[in-house]
């Protein structure tokens, strides 16, 4: 794109923005929220509170500016199985199904047969 056509293509997008604020003004309900806005400012800088405070006062257990709360629920820990393989009689201790020397065990002789071996 040339640089003439991206300068055109910028100012329409301004002048549209700026037809939608001009008729952003003139909404009555707007200004009624900028007045609510302006006044409970200057109240609350005559109190010497912030928005924060104030939110805080009206809902305690706001999510949005409540201090995150640790949780101190932790997992079961998960228990050792131990596999003993009778073939070879070579043993496997794991808190998981993701051990290497396990899943070659279940790949070659099944996954049923080596649960099987299950000791604990």
Same mark, same amino acid.
């Given at each position: ?7 055109r293509k910028l100012e329409q @997008?301004?002048?549209? @923005?700026?037809?939608?604020?001009? !008729?952003?003004?003139?909404? !009555? !309900? *707007?200004?009624?929220?900028? &007045? ?9 800088? &005559? ?6 405070? #104030? ?5 305690? @257990?706001? #999510?949005?500016? =409540? ?5 101190? /629920? =932790?997992?079961?820990?998960? @228990?050792?199985? %131990? ?8 043993? %496997?201790? /794991? ?6 020397? *396990?899943?070659?065990?279940?790949? &070659?002789?099944?996954?049923?047969? #080596? ?6």
């Amino acid at each position: 794109m040339s640089r003439l056509a991206e300068y055109r293509k910028l100012e329409q @997008q301004l002048a549209a @923005q700026m037809a939608e604020l001009e !008729s952003m003004k003139n909404d !009555s !309900s *707007l200004k009624d929220e900028m &007045e609510f806005e302006s006044k409970l400012r200057a109240l609350l800088g &005559e109190y010497g509170y912030s928005l924060k405070d #104030v939110i805080n006062l009206l809902d305690p @257990q706001s #999510v949005r500016f =409540a201090p995150k709360e640790s949780k101190t /629920t =932790a997992r079961k820990p998960r @228990q050792i199985k %131990v596999y003993k393989n009778p073939h070879s009689g070579e043993i %496997v201790e /794991t808190k998981g199904g993701n051990h290497r020397r *396990l899943k070659e065990w279940k790949a &070659e002789y099944g996954s049923a047969t #080596v649960e099987s071996w299950l000791e604990n």
